[in-house]
């Protein structure tokens, strides 16, 4: 199956829908704590766009125009690649409370971003 322009989205949307589950079902209650879905995202956000922008700069890779949407953002950083920052970030924490929950209070004195004792 050829997603054609929207490959980048498609695959995305794939990691997105793979893990978004967990968060009703195993109800982890990430979404409902936004400080530690952004300090999950902004610290990863930022330097990896600058880099992005470095290495597309320079010439180190570029992204296929045929299978992104060709939404550009400064510094021809493709919209889907600041997708990518966003969603993939989101997917990771929704996996790791997903476990913590499943594991249940013995993962709970394993205190992650902003838990305290």
């Known amino acids: 199956m050829d997603f054609g322009r929207w490959s980048y989205v498609a695959?995305?949307?794939?990691?997105?829908?793979?893990?978004?589950?967990?968060?009703?079902?195993?109800?982890?209650r990430v979404l409902r704590r936004p400080k530690r879905v952004l300090f999950t995202i902004f610290p990863v956000l930022f330097p990896f766009l600058l880099w992005d922008a470095y290495a597309i700069g320079q010439g180190h890779w570029y992204f296929d125009e045929s299978r992104i949407l060709g939404i550009y953002l400064p510094a021809d950083?493709?919209?889907d690649e600041f997708l990518f920052f966003i969603v993939i970030p989101l997917a990771s924490?929704?996996?790791?409370?997903?476990?913590?929950?499943?594991k249940g209070s013995k993962s709970r004195r394993w205190l992650v971003g902003d838990e305290t004792t």
């Open 93 to 102: 924490i929704l996996t790791l409370e997903a476990v913590r929950s499943v």
């Open 77 to 79: 950083i493709p919209f």
């Open 11 to 28: 695959i995305l949307v794939f990691v997105f829908l793979g893990s978004i589950w967990l968060e009703v079902f195993l109800r982890s």
